[in-house]
């Protein structure tokens, strides 16, 4: 079945620093690619969309400039927090669906912890 | 805007009985839903769509567009339906073109022995 890579699986880095995420999808062409962010406890929250060449489409209250999303091929996206803080840690999750397709498809994730 | 609704936070039934899962959606669009399903340590993955009106591991689940719900069923709970699960809604962006997907927060079923 179609499969994504996250990478990486986990993150420990000072405040300040900026992270980048790396979602794979390994055996098909994802047109479309979701960011989603997942607090404890709680549901998965979208936080934008990136369709590969196009500009990401955020949503309400994710702040573009902070979290930095790039979609330069079929098979790669890629999520930067910029000059991250503490209350970034959360966990962090891609996605993918090829074109035309319904079914989504997800990485493991992403634990970040900015201390 | 878009919603999906999943009332319950947790749901705790004996092996044996039966399950339900609820789900209700808003959505001026025309509906495509979705169950996700997460395993402790595991990545999200899709059980059932209703397009496909497929049965997943005994889970089915039926689009009722009347009562804007798409509950999931299970008549014998099995101690490894214990899981995560996620209610999504397909939605298309003002513009047309591009797709999102939305879910609900999730109902943690816990099947007692």
């Known amino acids: 079945g179609a499969v994504v890579s996250q990478h990486p699986s986990r993150v420990i880095c000072k405040s300040g620093t900026s992270v980048k995420i790396e979602c794979r999808s390994l055996?098909?062409?994802?047109?479309?690619m979701f960011w989603y962010r997942q607090f404890p406890k709680q549901s998965l929250m979208l936080m934008a969309t990136?369709?590969?060449?196009?500009?990401?489409?955020?949503e309400q209250g994710v702040e573009k400039d902070k979290f930095l999303i790039n979609h330069a091929s079929l098979t790669l996206s890629t999520l930067t927090v910029t000059s991250a803080h503490p209350e970034d840690s959360s966990f962090y999750i891609c996605?993918?669906?090829?074109?035309?397709?319904?079914?989504?498809?997800f990485g493991d994730g992403t634990r970040l912890s900015i201390l | 805007a878009q919603r999906v609704t999943q009332p319950e936070k947790l749901l705790s039934v004996f092996k044996g009985a039966p399950v339900e899962l609820k789900c209700n959606y808003s959505?001026?669009?025309?509906?495509?839903l979705f169950w996700y399903v997460q395993y402790s340590r595991q990545r999200l993955q899709l059980l059932l769509r209703h397009i496909s009106r497929e049965s997943i591991k005994g889970f089915t689940a039926d689009l009722n567009k009347g009562e804007t719900s798409f509950h999931l069923k299970k008549p014998f709970a099995q101690e490894e339906d214990s899981a995560m699960y996620y209610c999504?809604?397909?939605?298309?962006?003002?513009?047309?073109?591009?797709?999102?997907?939305?879910f609900g927060k999730g109902t943690h079923l816990i099947i007692q022995p």
């Open positions: 996605s993918a669906k090829a074109l035309g397709q319904g079914a989504m498809h």
């Open positions: 959505y001026s669009g025309s509906p495509e």
């Open positions: 990136s369709n590969e060449g196009s500009k990401a489409t955020y």
């Open positions: 055996d098909f062409q994802a047109t479309t």
């Open positions: 999504a809604l397909r939605f298309m962006y003002s513009g047309g073109g591009a797709d999102g997907l939305t």
